[in-house]
């Protein structure tokens, strides 16, 4: 008899502190969320860690303090804190970045849930956005850290890592496929990498990017600034490459007048821009895609990106022109342009 409500009162327990342990692991994220809320519509300031005025990172830092986790001061600290997280594996109390006018994560917010985020606008102080919005942070969405799993800190604080020759990268091990042509376009300058020597090679490489690329291979300078456009003006980090490759006729906007700096740099407009920065010859055969007709005005220029090898199509007799390409992928593109 005694066993029996002995086990009764441990099968109590054993219930009553799973049920707190997840009472404790969704209270603080949302703990993270209240806190976050609580200063809605206080103002942009430069730097600013206090409810007096936040700047987008010391806002991220003042909330996480608040359920004892310190964070890295800078956006790009706290890009490296935690772990990865993929877009469409969002949750509550993740950290998402953006890619706004420089190179990195620039701008950083927390998200809540309901494809919204929660940062300090320089015209609006802390608000809420949605990460998909298509007129501005979806096209600048850069990537997500996790710092808490199931209640727990992934993990406190960036490591610091050594700084590394041109073309050395922590991420570009001496087995990666791409390791030659990365390693060869950073000794010649022509691609760097992010903070602490890192290439990050899985990432989507941008318009903006292929504009700085392109203008340091063929030594670019701007002309008549033709490239008047909505959202790249003189402070943007790629000002004056994006000048460069549309006067160079390299580079066109859309049909809005944006250029669209931060959207992926689809294999599409590889074809179309080498076409041109390459001057690559007619192709003398025709190479049959299965996705890729005639009528298309990148037809003629897919046609040479292949005949030239630069890149082909995949084993399925597809082209994917409008599949991006990433960082790793464009440098071997790149390469094969340049140099074989």
Known sequence: MKKKVLSAILAILMVTTLFSLNE???????DIVTHAKEQLGVPYRFGGTTPSGFDCSGFIGYVYKKVGIELPR??????????????SDLQVGDLVFFETYKPGPSHSGIYIGDDQFIHVSSTRGVSISSVNDPYYWAERYLGARRILEDDKIVKQLAIEYETLPAGQYHDIPTNFWAKQEIETLGINGLITGYDQSFFRPNNDVTRAQVAII???????VPTTYSGDF???????????AIQAVVDAGLF??????NFRPNAPFTREHIAIV?????NLPKASEVTDFTDVVSSQPSFEPIQQLAASGITTGFNDNTFRPEASTTRAQFAVFLHRALYE
Do not use: C, I
Request: no cysteine.
């Open 24 to 30: 404790a692991d969704a209270s603080k994220h949302a």
């Open 74 to 87: 800078t956006a790009s600290g706290q890009f490296g804190a935690g772990k990865s997280v993929s877009k």
């Open 214 to 220: 392109l203008a340091r291979a063929f030594d670019l």
């Open 230 to 240: 909505d959202d790249v003006n003189e402070n943007f980090y790629a000002y004056e």
């Open 252 to 257: 066109n906007g859309d049909t809005n007048g």
């Open 274 to 278: 080498f076409s041109k920065a390459f």
